[in-house]
T-cell receptor
Framework: AQSVTQLDSQVPVFEEAPVELRCNYSSSVSVYLFWYVQYPNQGLQLLLKYLSGSTLVKGINGFEAEFNKSQTSFHLRKPSVHISDTAEYFC??????????????FGTGTQLKVEL | GAVVSQHPSWVICKSGTSVKIECRSL??????MFWYRQFPKQSLMLMATSNEGSKATYEQGVEKDKFLINHASLTLSTLTVTSAHPEDSSFYIC????????????FGSGTRLTVV
């Protein structure tokens, strides 16, 4: 089964500084990868996804991620963070199930805390 | 596009009663819906997957008689927590997937269930 690993449970960063949230996935022939953001007591909002094509994926709110097949990574980056970026961030991989179904498998999440 | 509405956003119920949570896809047909449970400061745990018109597929360890899932139409899925107990208190989130979501998964805003 495919899986993702988020090594950093918390990432503190000062406002306007760059940030990188790490995500590594288990190797597979083809992989669909996602980054979601969750604000307190809310559902998940899609930041960006990689399906195929260009390895640099641009998302909403100034975030981008780079798919690196050789390092099996899909790290999320933002060049300059804002206080409003404080939230929980989840990396996820789409799994194809026997029988043709699919589901998302999530990492454990990274709490991004932006400080003044 | 691809909006999912989840209701209620929060509910408090007495121990032993049942609670129904609704998840609606507003502008697309959700051929598959997913129900997750999230404990504080933890990742999302998939409870079950439901395809329209079929019985839900439950993840290992999830009691299907306790967490009843119905997906009777392409735009509506419900999760009923039967005979709720305090240990069922949690944040429940639905997600929908369909032909128009471009391999993406759209999440509802979540339901905070508190059983007293």
């Amino acid at each position: 089964a495919q899986s993702v690993t988020q090594l950093d449970s918390q990432v503190p960063v000062f406002e306007e500084a760059p940030v990188e949230l790490r995500c590594n996935y288990s190797s597979s022939v083809s992989v669909y990868l996602f980054w979601y953001v969750q604000y307190p007591n809310q559902g998940l909002q899609l930041l960006l996804k990689y399906l195929s094509g260009s390895t640099l994926v641009k998302g909403i709110n100034g975030f981008e991620a780079e798919f690196n097949k050789s390092q099996t990574s899909f790290h999320l980056r933002k060049p300059s963070v804002h206080i409003s970026d404080t939230a929980e961030y989840f990396c996820a991989v789409r799994q194809i199930l026997t029988g043709g179904g699919n589901k998302l498998t999530f990492g454990t999440g990274t709490q991004l805390k932006v400080e003044l | 596009g691809a909006v999912v509405s989840q209701h209620p956003s929060w509910v408090i119920c007495k121990s032993g009663t049942s609670v129904k949570i609704e998840c609606r896809s507003l502008d697309f047909q959700a051929t598959t819906m997913f129900w997750y449970r999230q404990f504080p400061k933890q990742s999302l745990m998939l409870m079950a997957t439901s395809n329209e018109g079929s019985k839900a597929t439950y993840e290992q360890g999830v009691e299907k008689d306790k967490f009843l899932i119905n997906h009777a139409s392409l735009t509506l899925s419900t999760l009923t927590v039967t005979s709720a107990h305090p240990e069922d208190s949690s944040f429940y989130i639905c997600s929908a997937h369909g032909p128009k979501t471009n391999y993406g998964y759209t999440f509802g805003s979540g339901t905070r269930l508190t059983v007293v």
